[in-house]
């Protein structure tokens, strides 16, 4: 086996229901809703056709992504789930000893993909991501992954920043999985810039986790290549009928996309409360915080709700907690149970 493999850490997806039991799963950042109807009804239609392959091109997918972005289905590539798209956008681009550079703390992913290829990776750190451009553009990069809104740190980067970083650098990926909770996309740069890769999913706003699409938005001279290196039928079947349709019900998800953003707001002010907890404001579908209390991520575990807890991130110290905004009755659950901890503690130690 290849000696990288053992410098590599596994991909930490975290705790699932199926590991301890019956929980509200505030953990993964997921869409806390049911598909729309026509999704569900999609999803049945396809079954009748799952003895065939998938069309291999994804054409009619690609056309309606094209036309919710707002560009050519020649800007377009996908695969299946934004995760996948990390590692075929490395195999196009990095070779051996190529200088990657990956801000930090962002998503774990690009680093695992990246040193697959045996590149170099340099990990500028930013205080709680406020990404510097001009450090960036100095190491003058083969490769950097950008992340806005931030996994799992929830701010945004600015057009300026991202601009500047790829002026400077051979090939930029942005990645915007969480960006219909944000402000403002920068898709519109990968029209702009031959070297940007804007990344996207269908996992977060139009809730399709289970199902595993993605896809990238960039000139298409890297969509090409993309097309090229990814598995043939990497899209299932009921997985391209329940896209289209999402792309279809937009109204649907946009609602369920502001209820979201009502309800992280909320949570923001309520999470404040607590001297324990120190709250990072967020443009996603959730909330990171450092914490005073180590075993925090446990003890609300006990209490049947399962959090993302963060301890050993490159680019983080201490202990911190990422939330995923749930629906109403769950963040409410979740704010009893931080009382309830709160209580236990007596309000004793303070991050602040
Ligand atoms: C969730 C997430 C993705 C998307 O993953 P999929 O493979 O499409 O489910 C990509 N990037 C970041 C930062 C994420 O948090």
């Known amino acids: 086996m290849r000696s990288v493999l053992n410098i590599i850490n596994p991909y930490d997806p975290g705790i699932f229901p199926e590991d301890v039991g019956e929980a509200i799963q505030l953990a993964s950042n997921e869409n806390p809703y049911e598909p729309s109807e026509n999704v569900k009804k999609a999803y049945l239609e396809a079954l009748k056709k799952i003895n065939r392959y998938p069309s291999a091109h994804y054409r009619k997918l690609k056309e309606y992504i094209a036309d919710y972005i707002g560009c050519d289905i020649s800007n377009i590539s996908v695969g299946c789930g934004a995760g996948e798209l990390i590692g075929r956008i490395c195999d196009c681009i990095a070779d051996e000893l190529d200088k990657v550079v990956i801000p930090v703390p962002s ?80 898709v519109d740069l990968a029209m702009e810039y031959e070297n940007l890769i804007v990344l996207r999913s269908f996992s977060k706003f139009f ?89 925090l991520a446990e003890m609300l575990l006990e209490r049947g709700i399962i959090v993302r807890s963060i301890r050993s991130l490159i680019g983080l110290e201490g202990s911190h907690v990422r939330i995923t905004v749930g629906r109403r009755e769950e963040n409410d659950i979740l704010l009893n149970a931080l009382r309830s901890i709160d209580e236990s503690i007596g309000g004793k130690t303070s991050t602040k």
Not at 243 to 265: F, W
């Open 107 to 186: 998503f774990t992913l690009y680093a695992i993909y990246a040193m697959l290829r045996n590149t170099s990776i340099q990990n500028p750190y930013f205080p709680n991501y406020e990404v510097e451009a001009d450090v960036i553009a100095e190491m003058r990069p083969k490769l950097v992954f950008l992340c806005s809104p931030n996994n799992p740190t929830g701010n945004t980067l600015n057009r300026k920043t991202v601009e500047r970083i790829a002026e400077f650098s051979e090939y930029v990926v942005l990645d915007e999985a969480y960006v219909e909770y944000a402000d403002e996309s920068l």
């Open 207 to 295: 809730g399709l986790a289970g199902l595993r699409i993605g896809y990238c938005i960039s000139s298409p001279r890297i969509a090409e290549a993309i097309e090229k290196v990814r598995l043939p039928f990497a899209i299932s079947q009921p997985a391209i009928h329940c896209a289209i349709a999402a792309l279809s019900d937009l109204e649907y998800y946009k609602k369920l996309r502001d209820i979201t953003i009502q309800e992280r707001e909320r949570l923001y002010k309520e999470l404040k409360s607590f001297k324990w907890l120190k709250v990072f404001p967020s443009k996603a579908n959730f909330i990171f915080a450092k914490t005073s209390i180590d075993g």
